[in-house]
């Protein structure tokens, strides 16, 4: 069974930045595909970033793409997300998420609680 914890979100002005992390326990990190989704209020989830088991791969959805940067340290079993030039859109609460496949549905097998992220204008 693994955890997932994740930390770093805030509040901040349109243009800046923030790196969210994932800490993972009780499993083979190095095992795991790992994943940003996000859900802002009265959407659904949706996927934001992935990365493989070993780091050299990663992949985003469009509206991030060029902002955001997923990466992974499987030495300390942590996942980031480092979000730069944020906008209001980007507000939502994000989920870190864990499996052994790399995909971009929902369908991980372990998620976070979430980290609530809020971009002002």
């Known amino acids: 069974q693994v955890q997932l914890i994740e930390s770093g979100g805030g509040l901040v002005q349109a243009g800046g930045s923030l790196t969210l992390s994932c800490a993972a326990s009780g499993g083979t990190f190095s095992r795991y595909a790992m994943a940003w989704f996000r859900q802002a209020p009265g959407k659904e989830r949706e996927f934001v970033a992935v990365i493989n088991w070993t780091g050299d791969k990663s992949y985003y959805t469009d509206s991030v793409e060029g902002r955001f940067t997923i990466s992974r340290d499987n030495t300390k079993a942590t996942v980031l997300l480092q979000m730069n030039n944020l906008k209001p859109e980007d507000t939502a609460v994000y989920y870190c998420?864990?499996?052994?496949?790399?995909?971009?549905?929902?369908?991980?097998?372990?998620w976070g609680q979430g980290t609530q992220v809020a971009v002002s204008s």
């Open positions: 998420a864990a499996d052994f496949a790399m995909r971009a549905d929902l369908k991980y097998d372990y």
